[in-house]
Each structure stands twice: as C-alpha cells, then as structure tokens.
C-alpha cells in the first residue's frame, strides 16, 4: 500500500550550480509539502551507510566521495504516493535517459552527478527520512 511520504536530497553538484530554489519550487509547484528539511553536509561514514546497499557495486566509492564533496538539502515530503510521485518528478537515475521537464534533465549534469536523491520504496522513505531526522523535527 502506498504512503505519503518520500524522502529527498540535493545533491552537491545542484546546490554548488545555484539550483536549490529552483528545485524546492518545482517540488513545491508539484503538490509537494515539506515536512522536514536541512541544510547539511555528509561525513565520509554517514553517507558510506547511507549508501550502504550499494556497497557492492563498483561506483560505490565514487558515490560517497561525491555525496561529501559539499553541502545538500535533505528534506522530508509529503503527498498522496508520494514515491512514485516523486520519481516521476526527478526522471531516469542517469540525466542522459531523464524525461524532458524533469528535475534531472533541467539540473543533472551526469549519472553521479545527477541532481537529486528520491527514496524508491516507501520502506526504504522511512528509514531514509528516519536517518536524517529526529521524530521531533518531522512535521
Ligand atoms: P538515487 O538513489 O540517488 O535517487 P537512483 O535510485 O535513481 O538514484 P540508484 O541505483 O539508487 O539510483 O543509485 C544511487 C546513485 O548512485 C545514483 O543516483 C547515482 O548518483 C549513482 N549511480 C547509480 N548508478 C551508477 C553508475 N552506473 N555509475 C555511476 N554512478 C551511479
Ligand atoms: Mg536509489
């Protein structure tokens, strides 16, 4: 069953090209309630756990590295299917691939550097939203 809630970031590449305001105004113009959000930066063994179903792949090392090059927004959202919702919005994982209009075709500029993060699974939502925030901070 779907739930309303996803969870996002950032990414350095799109905060350090200016493009914060533009993608909070596309989240929001999609129906998008923010229900958490913080500007902050990843150590190396936050975003090495993070990421840590990935750590098998072979651009894991590469992934961490550049999830803490530089500052991102992490941020928690709410709307009706929130997940597939959000995917939808943000577009195919490598820029090359994303649907025209898409958070990823405006600001991506590589399959790492791609943008933003969208939560795949309502479960992996939780944990993902659970990881960077307390229950206090989650309105
Ligand atoms: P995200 O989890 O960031 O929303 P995603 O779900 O579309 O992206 P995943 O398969 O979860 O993609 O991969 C996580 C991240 O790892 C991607 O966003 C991308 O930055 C990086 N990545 C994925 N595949 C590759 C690849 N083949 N080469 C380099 N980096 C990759
Ligand atoms: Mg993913």
Do not use: C, W
């Amino acid at each position: 069953m779907a739930t309303n809630r996803t969870f996002t970031m950032i990414k350095p590449d799109a905060v350090e090209n200016g493009h914060i305001g533009n993608i909070l105004k596309m989240i929001i113009d999609n129906g998008f309630k923010i229900v958490a959000m913080k500007y902050t930066k990843l150590s190396e063994e936050r975003a090495g756990a993070f990421y840590e179903v990935h750590k098998e792949r072979p651009f894991y090392g590469d992934l961490v590295s550049f999830m803490t090059s530089g500052t991102i927004v992490a941020a928690i959202l709410e709307k009706e299917d929130a997940v597939a919702s959000f995917r939808t919005l943000i577009g195919a994982t490598n820029p090359a691939d994303a649907d025209e209009g898409t958070i990823r075709n405006l600001y991506a500029t590589s399959i790492d550097a791609n943008a933003v993060h969208g939560s795949d699974s309502d479960e992996n939502a939780e944990i993902e939203g659970n990881f960077h925030f307390s229950s206090e901070e989650q309105f």
